[in-house]
């Protein structure tokens, strides 16, 4: 499958709505669980959380990366510093870390490689930002939860390495890059 992948910008930004707020997409949370909203305040409704996601663009901080198959979005990466997130449960000594805390893949799309292609792109935008280390937070394959945050496997074949658990799913697994 051949695919095109860019960061969320706003060039791009109606892509991301579209997929969004297709059939099945992450319309409910807008990818803000993890994100610290720039206003301090907790965003409740669909619209807040849309609307707190923009928020970034327009300041032009890093919110993730999309995925077009045949010029139309079908997936979706949440890579940005970690520091424009809530605590993921990560190592705090390591300075210069971007995390990787949510993906979206449409239906029709999954079991195809585009996490990975996704998570590859997500550590060369990391890298080309100042990134030193990139940091996920993935779940074994069988979890009942948190499965948006990824699968174990795909962070193992590309080198991220184990240090320790957030909760009783989630690994934390770096990457210096």
């Known amino acids: 499958m051949k695919v095109d992948l860019k960061l969320v910008t706003l060039d791009t930004w109606h892509d991301l709505e579209k997929l969004f707020e297709g059939r099945g ?6 990818c803000m669980v993890w994100r610290k909203n720039l206003h301090g305040n907790r965003p409740v409704t669909k619209a807040e959380k849309k609307e707190a996601l923009y928020q970034y663009i327009k300041k032009d ?7 077009y198959a045949d010029d139309q979005p079908v997936g979706w990466c949440s890579v940005a510093p970690r520091d424009t997130y809530r605590s993921l449960g990560g190592d705090e000594t390591k300075e210069k ?3 990787l805390a949510c993906f979206f893949v449409h239906r029709s799309y999954r ?3 585009l996490t990975l292609k996704l998570v590859e792109k997500a ?4 890298k080309n930002n100042g990134g030193k280390y990139i940091e996920a937070y993935p779940v074994e394959v069988n979890s009942p939860s948190y499965r948006f945050m990824g699968f174990k ?5 590309l080198g991220f ?3 320790k658990k ?3 799913r989630r690994h934390v697994m770096v990457k210096m890059i």
């Open 166 to 168: 957030a909760g009783s």
């Open 111 to 113: 079991q195809q490689g």
């Open 123 to 126: 550590i060369e935008t990391a």
């Open 25 to 30: 997409g992450p319309h409910n949370c807008w």
């Open 97 to 99: 870390v971007w995390s």
């Open 153 to 157: 496997p795909v962070f193992e074949r």
């Open 61 to 67: 901080i890093p919110i993730g990366i999309l995925a």
């Open 161 to 163: 390495e184990f240090i």
